[in-house]
């Protein structure tokens, strides 16, 4: 295309179109406002370095802490969950420990039992041929 | 460079071009206040009066396209669909009385999305489809394909829907 609207000059049909889409002047209220809100966000930029930020929902303007202070929070809630997985993997440890003594105790306990039957049976059969 | 001067000369190109891509004020005027909280924390680094207006152009129609894609106005119809669907059930006598240039506008603001800020950079902006290219960050031939798509349905559009008008030419 288009060299035709590069180079060739309009038609009747683009030239209504540009007038149709001539700029529209804004209201002296809307102006204000636009000044306004600048205003704000500059002053509260200034004052607590915090930035701002549309939500995706649409109204109006969030202002977000310092990034260092986000940073710092992220940081703690990193070291929050750094202890929590810690004491998680601490007390995994402490049962299986707990299981593998009771895995032993057990094992030593039907090795004794295995031996007092082994003696009980052998005092039987001394006793018989007496 | 002062800041209220800017929005004073700026004011109207950028709440234009945020209200043609997204065809609603409420809209174009949220778009347009954000655009000027961004040039405010940007005018250091804002050269000279055509790097603004270079600046808030870009900035403005990508904003307005992002408004678009967050979905947060009514539906669009597909490109397939829009020749038939819109404009159908407007009353013809209020077609024949109003204004052709407001049908028009109305036109270019509900035709597809990737279109319509091209459409509107080169009608409202008069600018060459290569300007456009580096506005919107898209391949010149991207640029030319998106106008000659839109202007195509946009002329097809008039010749159905406003026979008045086409009549009287």
Known sequence: MSDELEQEPMDEFERDLARALRRVEVRSETTAKFLAIAAEARAEHQRTGKMWVRPASGGRLLFLPKPQILLGGTIAAVLVLGLFAGEKVQERRKAEIVARQFEVAMRITGRTLDGVEERVSRAGTRQEKE | MEFRGLVEEHQSMVFSIALRVLGDSGAAEEVAQDVFVEMHGSLERLESPEHVKFWLRRVVSHRSVDYLRRGRLRPE????????????????????????GMRLEQMVSSLPRGLRAAVVLRYQEDLTPDEIAKILEQPLATVKSNLQRGLEMLRQKAGTVLKEYVRER
């Open chain 2, 77 to 100: 119809f597909a490109a397939e669909e829009w020749t038939e669907e819109h404009g159908r059930g407007w009353d013809e006598s209020v077609v024949r009385n109003e204004a052709v």
